[in-house]
Structures are given as structure tokens and as C-alpha cells.
């Protein structure tokens, strides 16, 4: 090991820092130590995970070892940005990422396979291959936009309604109201009809009882992942908590939602193939009769898995963003209109996106702020040079997306929202990754930027989103979100209060 850690010093240039043993290891020993820093019990201390490490890295520098939770090797923690250029240009053609311990334990229980976002090496490859065309590059991606037009027109007419329905001071803007739920069952419409072909009718006034079954699992087993991330594996392989007991019920019911709303799109399409023209899943057996019933049906679980909450919880973040910003509320809203038409139920199409460049701005600035998504990480194939410091191959590396973010040294007063800040060229590259990086990127990458600014583009020609506070709390779930319902409130654009109460 010391070895190795002098062969990195010789390696690494500008000539780093003599590094001793000690400094090469700059130790935490394990995160239950460090947790201390931020919290008393454990199930918070996994909710706070994203502080903790915040904490961690104004303590002990952007290069840590540190012991995270269900794994018995130390991990190296990072946030420098070039550190995290090293590592990340050391994956190799094939990046490994430890998955989720739960998920991949109830996979391989259920003799199905990993899927494409735990799966790892030349099976990762096979199946990223078969789903990276159809979804990853932005003309294709882009040509989904129709898809998502009338479930995004809906929406807007639910949250038209409930402003009336909820009550004079709601419809005013005074007054918050749940528009969460909508955006929740809007997100798995999109990414329904994206990737299975088909709507699921969540934002229909009485919906299946397939699809209710749909939502409740997505939302416990991001609920649940939380409270299950720090407890002992024995605990919740032998289900002897209620969370791994819950959590287990979602993986399962969401598998197989997804199983029969999948027979039904391939039944369809094989009485009349022109039905899977211009769907992901037409796509992909197109393209690849490689991968197996199997593995299409645990890529498309991953799909809607990561597709949905991280989608709607950064849209919730930036109608807030927007909401304690009005000059940028007003710059987007008049962008949109000179692009699109100020009709509300106007839909967009590929060629208005390229136009939509504030807009781009205004996401990449808010996902800046607010990672919902606040760590990444590879394993190291091989022994690679990481800030100066030799990392032996087979260590896992974190990079700390959420820290560096907000790291003065990278973004001028980081705690401002600022979207204009992205027109200049000399943003390090590294420094905001809330897609992650390299052929391991999201691969929903280009879908999420399109359904946020169709969802945007819709919003703002309909509505004012009116001051609100910032959310308060946020915890660690899988992804990052606000405990408390998001405080935000609208009101139908151009009304008064004395208008929009008559
Ligand atoms: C704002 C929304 C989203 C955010 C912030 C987000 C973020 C991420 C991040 C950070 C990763 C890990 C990347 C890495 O390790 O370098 C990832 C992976 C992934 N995402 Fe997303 N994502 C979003 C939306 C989506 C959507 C809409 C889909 C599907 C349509 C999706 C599907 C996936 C899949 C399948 C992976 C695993 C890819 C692989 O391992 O090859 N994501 N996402």
C-alpha cells in the first residue's frame, strides 16, 4: 500500500503534497463515528446522510476514507473536483457502481436479472447498449416529446382545478396546496408512456387499481429506503423490521405491475406491430432481440424506478427555485412564450427544445443547488491516481456531487440562484454532476431535461407560481427530498386576487 502511495506522488503532477501514511488516509474510520457530527439515531442519521457528509468533508478535506453503510470496505470519499475527474476517467469501458443491497438481494431471490442499473461489467453492457439509442441521444429523446403533451395538459387542468376546488385564498395564491401528488402521478405518465408504450391513466379521476398499486409502491420504496439503509443486513434480509417488510411488498408489486402492464403492450403490438412504432419498447426489440423477456422487464422496472421521483422531486425544487425568484420566473415565462406560443395547451415538438436555452440554464442552475441525487461512485478497476493519492483497484470511490456544488472554491456565492452563471465557459466540469458522468451517465439523462421543460413550458404559460418559503426539511430517501409538503403556491396567470376570487 505505501508502495503503491509513493508511486502516485511520482505519477502525479503539479507535485502533490508529501504524502505520509496518515495523509494519504485521511481517516474517519467508519461513518458511525462520523455520523455523530450530525445526529443522534440512526434512522435520522441515514436521513441526514447528505449533512453528515457535508460535515465530513469541512472537517477532514475532499479526499476522506470513511466506512459507509452494508459494505465492510473503506470507501474513499470525494469532493475535488479534479480528484473526481481522475477517478472518473479511471473507470474503464465497463464502470462499476455498487447497486442498492435490498434491490439486488430481491432480484437474485427472484431468479431475475439485475437489470441495467445494478447490473455491472459485460452484462451492464449488453443491456445499456440495447436501451442507450432509443432513450440517450437528444434527437431521440427529444422525438418522445408528443408523447408526453396531452398527460402534461391534464395536469395542468387538475392543478387549475384543485386551485378552485381548495378555496378562494388557494386560487389567490395565498394559500399552499398538494400539488405534489400531481406532480408524482404526472411523472409516472410520462415515463409510462415512454417506456412501456402506455398510459396508465394516474391522472385520471378514478384510477386503475394496477395503477394505484403503482404508485403507493414507487412511493414506499423510496419511503422506505431510508430507514433500511443503516440497518444491520440480517435485520432486513430476515424482514424482521417493518420498513424491509414494506419495502420488499413495493419491489415486488412494482415488478409486477410493470410484468403484466408490459404483456399487455407486447400482446397488442404482436396483433398489430405499428403500435410499438415510436415507443421505447418497439425500439429496443427493433434494434436488440438480444436481451431476454427477463431483462427487458427488470430494465423497464429500473426505467420507471429512477425516472419518476427524480424527475418530479427537481421539478418541485424548481418551481420553488422560480417561486423565490421572480425576474427569473419572468425571463423563463417570456422565453417560453416566444418560443412555443403563450396558448397554454400548445404542445412542444423537438424543434422547440433546442430554442429553449434560459431554460436549460434555469435547470442546470437549479439542480446545482438542490442534488436530488447527492452522491455518485464507481469501484476502481485498477490502481488509478486520484488528487495525488493512489487508490488500490477495487475501492470504492464517492463522489460528492452535493458538496462540491455548493463549494465556493467552484461556483461563485454557491447558495445564490443564478442561472445566467451557466453561460460562462469556465465552470469546471466536474464540479456539478447531478447525472453523473461517462458511459455510466443517467441514461434518462435527455428525457428528464425534455419532460421538465415540457412540464415548465406548460406551468408557466398557465400559471403564476407565487412567493413561497424554501422547503425545510430535507432528507435522504434514496433520493433527496422534502419531508413536509413542499410549500408552493400558484395562481392562474393574469389574475388579480380580486379576479380570481370572483
Ligand atoms: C432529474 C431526473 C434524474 C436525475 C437527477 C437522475 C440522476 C441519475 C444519476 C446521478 C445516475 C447515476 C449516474 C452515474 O453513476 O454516473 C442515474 C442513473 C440512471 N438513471 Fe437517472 N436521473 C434522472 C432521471 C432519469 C429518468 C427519467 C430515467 C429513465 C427514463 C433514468 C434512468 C436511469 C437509469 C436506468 C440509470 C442507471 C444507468 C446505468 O447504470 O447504466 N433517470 N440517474
Excluded at 404542445?347 to 434560459?358: G, I, P, R, S
Amino acid at each position: 500500500m505505501l508502495a503503491l502511495h509513493r508511486r502516485a506522488r511520482a505519477r502525479c503532477a503539479p507535485s502533490p503534497s508529501p504524502l505520509t501514511r496518515s495523509r494519504a488516509c485521511p481517516c474517519c474510520r467508519s461513518l458511525d463515528r462520523v455520523s455523530s457530527l450530525g445526529a443522534s439515531s440512526p434512522n435520522k442519521t441515514s436521513q441526514k446522510f447528505h449533512l453528515v457528509l457535508r460535515k465530513v468533508a469541512a472537517k477532514y478535506g475532499p479526499i476522506v476514507r470513511l466506512r459507509t453503510p452494508g459494505s465492510d470496505k473503506d470507501a474513499v470519499f470525494i469532493s475535488d473536483a479534479d480528484a473526481v475527474a481522475d477517478a472518473l476517467r479511471s473507470e474503464g469501458p465497463t464502470p462499476i457502481r455498487r447497486g442498492l443491497p435490498t434491490w439486488i438481494y430481491f432480484r437474485e431471490k427472484n431468479k431475475v436479472p439485475l437489470g441495467v442499473a445494478f447490473a455491472n461489467g459485460e452484462e451492464w453492457k449488453r443491456m445499456r447498449s440495447a436501451i442507450q439509442t432509443p432513450i440517450f441521444p437528444p434527437k431521440n429523446a427529444h422525438a418522445y416529446c408528443p408523447t408526453i403533451g396531452p398527460a402534461t395538459v391534464q395536469a395542468m387542468g387538475i392543478i387549475e382545478n384543485e386551485l378552485r376546488c381548495a378555496g378562494p385564498r388557494t386560487l389567490t395564491g395565498e394559500e399552499t396546496f398538494a400539488i405534489e401528488n400531481i406532480v408524482m402521478r404526472w411523472s409516472i405518465e410520462a415515463v409510462s408512456g415512454i417506456v412501456l408504450g402506455q398510459q396508465l391513466g394516474a391522472l385520471d379521476d378514478e384510477p386503475t387499481q394496477l395503477t394505484r398499486d403503482m404508485i403507493s409502491a414507487v412511493n414506499a420504496a423510496f419511503a422506505t429506503t431510508g430507514p433500511i439503509f443503516l440497518m444491520p443486513e440480517f435485520v432486513w434480509r430476515n424482514q424482521l423490521a417493518s420498513a424491509a417488510r414494506e419495502h420488499f411488498k413495493a419491489l415486488q408489486t412494482a415488478m409486477d405491475v410493470t410484468n403484466k402492464l408490459m404483456t399487455t403492450t407486447l400482446t397488442e403490438c404482436a396483433k398489430d406491430p405499428a403500435k410499438l412504432h415510436g415507443t421505447f419498447l418497439g425500439h429496443v426489440l427493433q434494434r436488440d432481440a438480444t436481451l431476454t423477456r427477463d431483462e427487458m422487464l427488470s430494465t423497464a422496472v429500473d426505467l420507471l424506478f429512477a425516472g419518476i421521483d427524480t424527475t418530479s422531486r427537481s421539478l418541485l425544487n424548481i418551481m420553488n427555485l422560480l417561486s423565490r425568484h421572480p425576474e427569473a420566473q419572468t425571463k423563463l415565462r417570456n422565453e417560453i412564450i416566444a418560443v412555443v406560443g403563450a396558448d397554454p395547451n400548445a404542445t412542444l415538438d423537438a424543434t422547440h427544445l433546442a430554442k429553449l436555452k434560459y431554460m436549460k440554464n434555469v435547470i442546470k442552475e437549479a439542480m446545482r443547488l438542490y442534488s436530488v441525487v447527492p452522491i455518485g461512485g464507481r469501484i476502481l478497476p485498477r490502481d488509478a491516481a486520484v488528487g495525488g493519492y493512489l487508490i488500490p483497484a477495487d475501492t470504492e470511490v464517492m463522489f460528492g456531487m452535493d458538496v462540491m456544488s455548493h463549494d465556493p472554491k467552484y461556483f461563485a456565492d454557491p447558495d445564490s440562484f443564478d442561472p445566467d452563471r451557466w453561460d460562462a465557459k469556465d465552470i469546471h466540469p466536474f464540479a456539478s454532476l447531478p447525472f453523473g458522468f461517462g458511459a455510466r451517465m443517467c441514461v434518462g439523462r435527455r428525457i428528464a431535461e425534455m419532460e421538465m421543460t415540457v412540464f415548465l413550458a406548460h406551468l408557466l404559460r398557465k400559471f403564476e407560481i407565487m412567493p413561497s418559503p424554501p422547503p425545510a426539511d430535507l432528507v435522504f430517501n434514496l433520493v433527496i427530498a422534502n419531508e413536509k409538503p413542499m410549500p408552493l403556491k400558484f395562481r392562474p396567470l393574469g389574475a388579480t386576487t380580486a379576479s380570481a376570487t370572483a
